[in-house]
C-alpha cells in the first residue's frame, strides 16, 4: 500500500493547527507535539507516513535527530525539516548529511509550502513503487535459488546414492515446504551472478562430501526402529512412538535457506542423508512441540515432480 500521510512535529500547538489547516486539503495530516510524540507516530502509522516534516528547535531533543531516526527506521518516508532563518545552519547540516530532502523557511509562504509538499508526496509514491519493484525482483530471485539449490540436491544425491534419490528429494522438497517460515539469505549487494554461481557449486561438492561420509557412516539399511534411532542421533530429536519428535525445524531447511557463501555443515546434511539411506520412505508432519517424522510408504512420481516441487517452493518459500 502506498503511503500517502504527512506527519508534521512542532512544539507550537498553534503551528499543528496552522499546518493542519493550510495541508489538510493536499493528504492527510498527523502532527505530534515532540521528538519523543514523533517516534511514537512513525512506531503506530510509520507504514502510512509518506512525508515527515518537523521543525527544528524543540525543548529537549531538537528535530533532526527525528529525521536522523526516520532515516534509519523509515527510509521511504521523505523528510524535510522548517526551521527560521536565523536557524539556517542547522538545515544545511541536516541536508549535508543526507538527513532531509530539503528545508522550508518560517514563516511559511503557503503556495510554496504546498508545492514542496506536493512534490515530497510525489517523491514519496515514486520511492513506494521503486521499493516494490525492489522487493518483487528480490523474491523472483530467491525463488531461482530455491529451485537452483533444490536441483542441485537432486543432481548431488543421484551421485552419491543413486537409489531412490528421486524419492528421497521428493520428500526433502515436501518437509520443507510443510515446515515453511524461511528465505535463502543472500546480501544480493554483495553477491554477482559469476560469483554467486561459484559458491553454489563450491557449496554442492561440500554437501556431496558430507552425504557421503554420513551415508558411510549409517551403512546398509536396516529396520525401521533402528533407522528411526539412528534419524534421532542425527538430527537430534527423540523417538516417540512409531516416529521421531523433532523441536528444531532448521534441520528441514538448511540445505535450502542458509546464506550464500556459507560452508555446509555434517549436521545441516543429516536429514537428507538419511532420507537417502532410507529412500525418501519418511513423511514429516507437524506435532505438538515440533515436527514428528514417520515412516512412509513411497509416492508415486509424476515426471514433472521436481518442476512442481520448485514452483510450490518459490509461492511459499521455505
Known amino acids: 500500500m502506498t503511503p500517502t500521510?504527512?506527519?508534521?512535529?512542532?512544539?507550537?500547538?498553534?503551528?499543528?493547527?496552522?499546518?493542519?489547516?493550510?495541508?489538510?486539503?493536499?493528504?492527510?495530516?498527523?502532527?505530534?507535539?515532540?521528538?519523543?510524540?514523533?517516534?511514537?507516530?512513525?512506531?503506530?502509522?510509520?507504514?502510512?507516513?509518506?512525508?515527515?516534516?518537523?521543525?527544528?528547535?524543540?525543548?529537549?531533543?531538537?528535530?533532526?535527530?527525528?529525521?536522523?531516526h526516520a532515516r534509519e527506521y523509515y527510509p521511504g518516508i521523505v523528510r524535510m525539516l522548517t526551521t527560521a532563518y536565523s536557524e539556517l545552519g542547522d538545515a544545511i547540516e541536516a541536508i549535508n548529511?543526507?538527513?532531509?530532502?530539503?528545508?522550508?523557511?518560517?514563516?511559511?509562504?503557503?503556495?510554496?509550502?504546498?508545492?514542496?509538499?506536493?512534490?515530497?508526496?510525489?517523491?514519496a509514491v515514486l520511492r513506494s513503487e521503486r521499493d516494490s519493484l525492489m522487493r518483487d525482483r528480490l523474491l523472483a530471485q530467491q525463488s531461482r535459488l530455491l529451485a537452483n539449490r533444490l536441483a542441485a540436491l537432486l543432481m548431488v544425491g543421484s551421485a552419491v546414492y543413486a537409489d531412490g534419490h528421486e524419492q528421497a528429494l521428493h520428500r526433502y522438497a515436501e518437509a520443507a515446504r510443510v515446515v515453511g517460515g524461511a528465505?535463502?539469505?543472500?546480501?544480493?549487494?554483495?553477491?554477482?551472478?559469476?560469483?554467486?554461481?561459484?559458491?553454489?557449486?563450491?557449496?554442492?561438492?561440500?554437501?556431496?562430501?558430507?552425504?557421503?561420509d554420513a551415508l558411510q557412516a549409517l551403512?546398509?539399511?536396516?529396520?525401521?526402529?533402528?533407522?528411526?534411532?539412528?534419524?534421532?542421533?542425527?538430527?537430534?530429536?527423540?523417538?516417540?512412538?512409531?516416529?521421531?519428535?523433532v523441536a528444531n525445524a532448521t534441520v528441514f531447511t538448511a540445505l535450502l535457506v542458509s546464506p550464500a557463501g556459507e560452508t555446509p555443515t555434517a549436521p545441516q546434511c543429516a536429514w537428507l542423508a538419511w532420507l537417502l539411506w532410507q529412500g525418501g520412505h519418511a513423511r514429516v508432519t507437524p506435532a505438538q512441540g515440533g515436527w514428528m517424522v514417520r515412516p512412509a510408504a513411497p509416492d508415486a512420481l509424476r515426471e514433472d515432480w521436481l518442476a512442481d516441487a520448485m514452483e510450490r517452493l518459490g509461492k511459499n518459500p521455505v
Not at 231 to 237: F, K, N, P, V
Open 5 to 68: 500521510k504527512i506527519l508534521y512535529v512542532d512544539d507550537e500547538a498553534m503551528a499543528l493547527k496552522y499546518f493542519e489547516r493550510l495541508v489538510s486539503p493536499l493528504a492527510p495530516v498527523l502532527t505530534a507535539g515532540s521528538v519523543e510524540e514523533g517516534r511514537a507516530v512513525l512506531l503506530a502509522h510509520g507504514a502510512d507516513v509518506a512525508v515527515l516534516v518537523c521543525d527544528q528547535r524543540m525543548p529537549g531533543e531538537r528535530g533532526n535527530e527525528l529525521l536522523r
Open 219 to 245: 551403512g546398509p539399511r536396516g529396520e525401521v526402529g533402528d533407522a528411526l534411532s539412528a534419524l534421532a542421533r542425527s538430527i537430534g530429536g527423540e523417538v516417540s512412538g512409531d516416529g521421531v519428535l
Open 97 to 123: 548529511t543526507g538527513e532531509i530532502y530539503r528545508y522550508i523557511n518560517k514563516p511559511w509562504e503557503l503556495e510554496s509550502l504546498r508545492a514542496d509538499l506536493k512534490n515530497a508526496l510525489e517523491l
Open 183 to 212: 528465505e535463502p539469505m543472500v546480501d544480493w549487494n554483495r553477491w554477482d551472478h559469476a560469483d554467486l554461481l561459484q559458491a553454489e557449486a563450491q557449496r554442492g561438492a561440500a554437501i556431496a562430501a558430507h552425504l557421503r
